[in-house]
T-cell receptor, first 113, second 113 residues
Framework: KQEVTQIPAALSVPEGENLVLNCSFTDSAIYNLQWFRQDPGKGLTSLLLIQSSQREQTSGRLNASLDKSSGRSTLYIAASQPGDSATYLCAVLWMDSSYKLIFGSGTRLLVRP | GAVVSQHPSWVICKSGTSVKIECRSLDFQATTMFWYRQFPKQSLMLMATSNEGSKATYEQGVEKDKFLINHASLTLSTLTVTSAHPEDSSFYIC?????????FGPGTRLTVT
């Protein structure tokens, strides 16, 4: 069964810290992996999309890496800010999935001022 | 960029009534749209895949007679929750597929009293 797991489920850090969110997935035959941000009661904001042929993607203070062979991705947030507080979701598109995105359970991040 | 809208953004209805939620791709055509449901503090769970001009494909455990999906055009899919009950209260999010990427709507908050 194709599954996506995210750890930790919740994370609280002081402002300014660098932090890493983890995502693991079964079955390495993926097409792409995407990281989203979700604020409470709101929809999804796409942060980074990594194609299966790529190792990482960067956008501002965010860097996402992909290691297909080990079934892992990490989202690195540099110099965290209170405005980064949100839930971060990892989603995987597998090649045989009929284009269905499978989401992890998310990591709830709180950055304390 | 690709924009997806949902209407309404929130709705309150009485138990036993039906509610229709619209999902529109505003500046592109989507042959496939997806419907997700998200309960509080949980991740997105795929409910069904909607293909233009054909019947929707429902995920295991989702009642197709309760959640009616219509995808009559390349820019519009609708989800009707029939005979709604309080346990159907949730956040419903749609997405529209372009190639191997999905673009998400802002979500609809349904509360059944």
């Amino acid at each position: 069964k194709q599954e996506v797991t995210q750890i930790p489920a919740a994370l609280s850090v002081p402002e300014g810290e660098n932090l890493v969110l983890n995502c693991s997935f079964t079955d390495s035959a993926i097409y792409n992996l995407q990281w989203f941000r979700q604020d409470p009661g709101k929809g999804l904001t796409s942060l980074l999309l990594i194609q299966s042929s790529q190792r990482e993607q960067t956008s501002g203070r965010l860097n996402a890496s992909l290691d297909k062979s080990s079934g892992r991705s990490t989202l690195y947030i540099a110099a965290s800010q209170p405005g980064d507080s949100a839930t971060y979701l990892c989603a995987v598109l597998w090649m045989d999935s009929s284009y269905k995105l499978i989401f992890g359970s998310g990591t709830r991040l709180l950055v304390r001022p | 960029g690709a924009v997806v809208s949902q209407h309404p953004s929130w709705v309150i209805c009485k138990s036993g009534t039906s509610v229709k939620i619209e999902c529109r791709s505003l500046d592109f055509q989507a042959t496939t749209m997806f419907w997700y449901r998200q309960f509080p503090k949980q991740s997105l769970m795929l409910m069904a895949t909607s293909n233009e001009g054909s019947k929707a494909t429902y995920e295991q455990g989702v009642e197709k007679d309760k959640f009616l999906i219509n995808h009559a055009s390349l820019t519009l899919s609708t989800l009707t929750v029939t005979s709604a009950h309080p346990e159907d209260s949730s956040f419903y999010i749609c997405s529209a597929r372009v190639s191997y990427e999905q673009y998400f709507g802002p979500g609809t908050r349904l509360t059944v009293t």
